[in-house]
């Protein structure tokens, strides 16, 4: 929640959402064909504007605890692919 913002939608409604990076983790972290779809969209638009220390600090003991650390790796591939 202390990453969080407030989106604002005209008129006056105001909605909570995630940070870019974390929504990358989450994404990530779940690493079905439609969430990696979904963080090559995130790259597209906010790549190097992402805090990809915070992303990789993150992710890497929850890809531990799955036992998929392969999802770190094709993260960095689709990153590499934005660049």
Do not use: H
């Amino acid at each position: 929640m202390n990453r969080s913002s407030l989106f604002r939608y005209p008129p006056g409604v105001e909605l909570r959402t995630c940070s870019a990076e974390d929504l990358v983790v989450m994404k990530a972290f779940a690493g079905r064909e439609k969430d990696w779809v979904d963080v090559s969209g995130i790259l597209a638009r906010q790549g190097s504007k992402l805090d990809w220390p915070y992303i990789r600090r993150e992710l890497t003991p929850l890809v531990a605890l799955k036992g998929t650390p392969e999802n770190l790796d094709e993260l960095e591939r689709r990153r590499a692919q934005e660049r």
